[in-house]
């Protein structure tokens, strides 16, 4: 399979048809025959140009009379994916690049494949003439061109955070993100499994933070990989597991579980319970509840029960229900921009203001399903101040029979020595530039 073609049906499905990247990408590696090293140029072709689309953009309409903005849709992606070879790949030579950019106009941009050809040997000849924005001439634009961030996004995180730190948080969101399985011992034993990944070869690291936690680096390829075809671990950020730790869940407990699809905080929760107990993991997309069922079934986890359900919607049926209720409210997604880079695109500023009204309402239908001494948490993948104190601030406002919980003293296992990662209110907020995990938040609240 030609790597490049399958990196231009993928960024097709992302940038014109709002496919998230793993899932676009995943599938195209699944089905296609890919050797190893055409599995790593495709994967760097995909996340590589999404990261990069528009810095890419700046670079091609310097040597371009058509701005990238008004080309048809085919001729600016194999631009852009020829520039991005360019300007980042300097394994690959120029011939080879124009080459296969030629290939790729024959079937997807004929009728461009002049004009691309002379846009991208154009930028090979004269690459080091591009008038890059410069940090002290305009901050806001040199971040938004050499991180790839529009600019109202740029200006947006500014507003709440130093320039240094907004840099510092910019450039780690567009690096690799590390490989996390969560343990399952209602399968294997973590000694067990460290054993076997180590026999295939990969190397691992244990944290004190949370035991079932496994840094992985050296895995190629999670298709067919048997650790977690038969259910002995789970992939899953080791911010995302914070959630389920803080809320504490006990075997025997009753848990409502909001917003719980793709299901790594569900079937979590499941295993700190030792598969005792009931789950109800409610969702609003039925595939995304079969997904919880599958790694339920994988994973050896009963307890889940899933249910198509919104958390707009409230349920008088579960009215003061349950032990512990867990919001994994849907956000921005700022957090998680280093695993779904698209997401800086696809936000848009008006859509921020509707979002923390939906993660408002969503936080105060869940309230009501908590029994009297009973746990609610609140978390997020974002870092946008106002999708998290801002939310849960103006719930306590309104809800004063729910008494925050300072997280920093419930800490066990080495966290409260993270630099600044729990803040002045007792919350978690964390961020890929400082605590190498993704940029996730989550507050905990008491029922009196």
């Not at 089905?31 to 599995?39: I, L, N, P, T, W």
């Not at 295993?271 to 919880?292: C, S, T, V």
């Not at 579960?318 to 512990?324: F, H, N, T, V, Y």
Request: aromatic residues 10%; hydrophobic residues 35%.
């Amino acid at each position: 399979m030609n790597p490049r073609k399958g990196a231009y049906r993928v960024l097709s499905k992302v940038l014109y048809k709002e496919t998230y990247s793993n899932i676009a990408l995943n599938e195209e590696i699944q089905k296609g025959d890919y050797e190893d090293k055409d599995s790593n140029l495709l994967t760097e072709l995909v996340y590589g140009t999404i990261e990069k689309l528009l810095t890419l953009n700046f670079g091609i309409d310097h040597f371009s009379k058509m701005k990238t903005k008004k080309m048809d849709e085919a001729t600016r992606l194999i631009l852009q994916m020829g520039a991005y070879q360019i300007l980042f790949l300097d394994r690959i030579p120029d011939f080879a690049i124009a080459n296969e950019a030629g290939k790729l106009a024959n079937v997807y941009a004929k009728r461009s494949k002049g004009f691309i050809n002379g846009v991208l040997r154009n930028m090979m000849r004269r690459k080091e003439e591009i008038p890059w924005p410069k940090k002290e001439e305009n901050f806001v634009e040199y971040l938004s061109v050499n991180y790839s961030y529009p600019t109202w996004l740029v200006e947006e995180l500014l507003t709440y955070y130093p320039k240094e730190f907004t840099e510092g948080f910019l450039r780690a969101s567009g690096e690799p993100p590390p490989l996390y399985f969560r343990v399952n011992p209602l399968k294997i034993q973590k000694e067990e499994v460290l054993k076997v990944l180590k026999e295939q070869g990969l190397e691992v690291e244990t944290t004190d933070l949370l035991f079932e936690a496994v840094k992985v680096k050296g895995l190629k390829n999670i298709t067919g990989f048997q650790p977690l075809k038969e259910g002995w671990v789970h992939i899953q950020d080791i911010s995302s597991m914070l959630a389920a730790k803080f809320l504490d869940p006990k075997p025997g407990e009753k848990i409502i579980d909001i917003c719980s699809a793709p299901g790594g905080k569900t079937t979590h929760m499941a295993q700190l319970m030792e598969n005792k107990g009931k789950i109800i993991a409610r969702d609003i997309f039925p595939h995304k509840l079969r997904l919880i069922e599958e790694h339920s079934r994988r994973l050896g986890i009963s307890i889940i029960e899933t249910q198509e359900f919104s958390g707009e919607n409230l349920d008088e049926g579960s009215l003061g229900e349950a032990d512990r209720v867990l919001v994994d409210a849907p956000c921005s997604g700022l957090g998680v921009i280093r695993r779904k880079p698209e997401i800086k695109y696809r936000i848009q500023k008006e859509s921020l203001k509707s979002l923390q009204n939906l993660q408002l309402a969503i936080l105060e239908n869940a309230a009501k399903y908590v029994k009297p001494g009973g746990v609610l948490l609140y978390s997020t993948c974002t870092i946008h101040p106002l999708e998290n104190h801002g939310v849960t601030e103006s719930f306590l406002q309104k809800h004063q029979e729910f008494i925050p919980v300072d997280l920093k003293e419930e800490s066990k296992g080495g966290l409260e020595n993270f630099p600044d990662i729990f803040t002045a209110w007792g919350e978690l907020a964390s961020f890929p530039q400082i605590h190498e995990m993704d940029g996730f938040y989550i507050r905990k609240f008491r029922k009196q």
